[in-house]
């Protein structure tokens, strides 16, 4: 068909030079911009080597890895560290599978104690004193002033933070305290209120549970005077409210009057030293518990009152 129709043939050897030339410039464009690892600096020789064992074979992926800028990664590749940061060369060192001090050795960078520093820092809290020494001997060297100010700089920013959260704690605390103040005083102005009321809320309360006895009584007594033979056993009803107050307030009565029982100093209250525990007795007068609490112990004897 394509000798058939020469039209078509040129149209197919168009359509595979734009192509070729298309993926050409594609090529071109991804050449720019990821650059081979190649020689042209004096520690590129050393980087290629190291970096070919990790895999990476542009400079590009190198320096997005590392973190680095292009102005870093250039004075890296010429043998330099000046305006590297303590972590940068972390970074770089970890990435080549160096330790930091193989990575400052393969650029002349001369630290005799570091693998003894980075030890001490390690056992900080358990060898305090010998950490100060080290410190001490690395800072006589000059090349360890670099990484002591970036070790100071981010300390200080530590510091500058932590002093700040304090800053808002103790601003914190001072506004709890002022609440806690204030509810004191409210507190405190309650409890005088309610110390005001409580006495005639109980005056009111215990007139309450009374008033039957209470109107009743002069009623009674005027009766009492009037007629002596009126058996006493009619006022007995009117010492019901009595009773019901005590249970009210949860009080318990020590036996009952009259009743025979055996001494117990704990419950009772002799008429005579020489009654022992154990002791048969009377109950003259009973006495009030509330729960485990004696409010009064009852009153006894050996004798009954003559009748």
Request: aromatic share 10%; net charge negative; charged share 20%.
């Amino acid at each position: 068909m394509v000798e058939g129709d020469p039209n078509l043939f040129w149209f197919g050897l168009v359509l595979w030079v734009a192509g070729t030339a298309f993926a050409l410039s594609l090529f071109g464009s991804k050449t720019q911009q990821e650059e081979a690892i190649t020689c042209q600096y004096e520690a590129d020789p050393m980087l290629r080597d190291r970096l070919a064992t990790v895999g990476i074979t542009y400079w590009s992926t190198f320096q997005r890895k590392t973190g680095l800028t292009p102005r870093q990664l250039l004075q890296l590749r010429q043998g330099k560290l000046d305006n590297l940061t303590w972590q940068q060369m972390q970074r770089v060192a970890q990435l080549l599978n160096w330790t930091l001090e193989e990575f400052l050795q393969n650029y002349d960078v001369s630290f005799p104690s570091l693998g003894e520093a980075f030890q001490q820092i390690a056992k900080l809290h358990q060898k305090y004193r010998q950490l100060l020494q080290e410190k001490q001997e690395l800072e006589q060297q000059a090349e360890q002033k670099q990484v002591n100010l970036e070790q100071t700089s981010q300390q200080a920013e530590t510091f500058a933070t932590k002093q700040q959260q304090l800053q808002e704690e103790l601003q914190t605390a001072q506004n709890e305290v002022t609440q806690l103040q204030q509810q004191c005083r409210r507190l405190r102005n309650e409890l005088q209120q309610q110390s005001q009321q409580l006495p005639q809320d109980i005056k009111q309360a215990t007139f309450e549970q009374l008033q039957t006895l209470l109107m009743n009584y002069p009623t009674a007594t005027v009766m009492a005077q009037s007629k002596p033979a009126l058996p006493a056993k009619n006022f007995i009803p009117l010492f019901t409210p009595l009773k019901n107050l005590l249970q009210s307030w949860g009080y318990e009565p020590i036996g009952s009057a009259w009743e025979k029982v055996s001494f117990d100093p704990q419950l009772h209250q002799p008429d005579s030293p020489d009654i022992q525990a154990g002791e048969p007795v009377y109950i003259r007068f009973v006495g009030y518990r509330e729960g485990d609490r004696i409010l009064c112990p009852a009153k006894v004897s050996r004798y009954l009152p003559n009748t």
